[in-house]
């Protein structure tokens, strides 16, 4: 089950659990204008929610396997949903209408991001890299290694310049997201790093840790050689 609060007062609102279906939800995502949120899990399906009312507006099927992750574009009109049978899948996030299938990695997304400016879709996987793609295509832009475990998150900076990804070797790296090259690697957690982000003004990235920290980073660091 997901729960909706109100993030003014902690009050919960409702919980949304589908009634076909109880399995665990493994992620969410709410919409640019907050009326649709989404769940993904255990069952492979991704439900969009009407937020007012609690409801299943649509329930998207074509994942093989557990949906691991979710987000949609800037505007509201993608939808990306990552899953364990290693492909991403974008849909309309109006219609629900699938509009591509993106497949390149070796094994199970993990993590999925779309940039600011909805042109390129960010993906983490369990076969430890990074793969960047252009969202209108398909195509692969570029593919990041160089981590020693699974990318268990990904993100982009406002600016759409930078590329962070979190992985279970215990670091994060943040990525020139144009040149594709290796800016700095961030080391100092004790355990896998499940999840990273950016602020607002995109000087700080966050990355939270399996060793129970939540670590603040200058995301303006002097760049490094890049090595794989």
């Given at each position: 089950?997901?729960?909706?609060?109100?993030?003014?007062?902690?009050?919960?609102?409702?919980?949304?659990?589908?009634?076909?279906?109880?399995?665990?939800v493994w992620t969410i995502a709410l919409s640019?204008?907050?009326?649709?949120?989404?769940?993904?899990?255990?069952?492979?399906?991704?439900?969009?929610?009407?937020?007012?009312?609690?409801?299943?507006?649509?329930?998207?099927?074509?994942?093989?396997?557990?949906?691991?992750?979710?987000?949609?574009?800037?505007?509201?009109?993608?939808?990306?949903?990552?899953?364990?049978?290693?492909?991403?899948?974008?849909?309309?996030?109006?219609?629900?209408?699938?509009?591509?299938?993106?497949?390149?990695?070796?094994?199970?997304?993990?993590?999925?991001?779309?940039?600011?400016?909805?042109?390129?879709?960010?993906?983490?996987?369990?076969?430890?890299?990074?793969?960047?793609?252009?969202?209108?295509?398909?195509?692969?832009?570029?593919?990041?290694?160089?981590?020693?475990?699974?990318?268990?998150?990904?993100?982009?900076?406002?600016?759409?310049?930078?590329?962070?990804?979190?992985?279970?070797?215990?670091?994060?790296?943040?990525?020139?997201?144009?040149?594709?090259?290796?800016?700095?690697?961030?080391?100092?957690?004790?355990?896998?790093?499940?999840?990273?982000?950016?602020?607002?003004?995109?000087?700080?990235?966050?990355?939270?840790?399996?060793?129970?920290?939540?670590?603040?980073?200058?995301?303006?660091?002097?760049?490094?050689?890049?090595?794989?």
């Amino acid at each position: 089950m997901a729960r909706l609060w109100d993030a003014q007062t902690g009050e919960m609102l409702r919980g949304l659990s589908p009634a076909d279906d109880a399995r665990e939800v493994w992620t969410i995502a709410l919409s640019p204008d907050g009326q649709t949120l989404v769940t993904g899990g255990a069952d492979t399906v991704v439900r969009l929610w009407d937020t007012r009312s609690g409801t299943v507006r649509l329930a998207l099927k074509g994942h093989g396997e557990p949906v691991s992750a979710a987000a949609f574009s800037s505007d509201g009109k993608t939808l990306a949903s990552a899953s364990f049978d290693a492909t991403i899948r974008l849909w309309n996030g109006q219609t629900g209408v699938l509009q591509r299938t993106l497949q390149a990695h070796g094994d199970s997304v993990c993590s999925v991001a779309l940039s600011p400016d909805s042109t390129r879709v960010l993906s983490g996987s369990a076969d430890r890299t990074a793969i960047l793609w252009r969202a209108d295509t398909g195509a692969v832009l570029h593919t990041f290694k160089g981590h020693g475990g699974a990318v268990c998150s990904v993100a982009f900076s406002p600016d759409n310049r930078t590329i962070a990804t979190g992985s279970e070797d215990k670091t994060v790296r943040l990525w020139d997201a144009d040149a594709c090259r290796l800016m700095h690697t961030l080391e100092g957690h004790n355990g896998a790093v499940r999840s990273v982000a950016f602020s607002p003004d995109g000087h700080t990235v966050a990355s939270a840790s399996e060793d129970g920290t939540v670590r603040l980073w200058d995301a303006h660091v002097q760049p490094m050689p890049l090595s794989f």
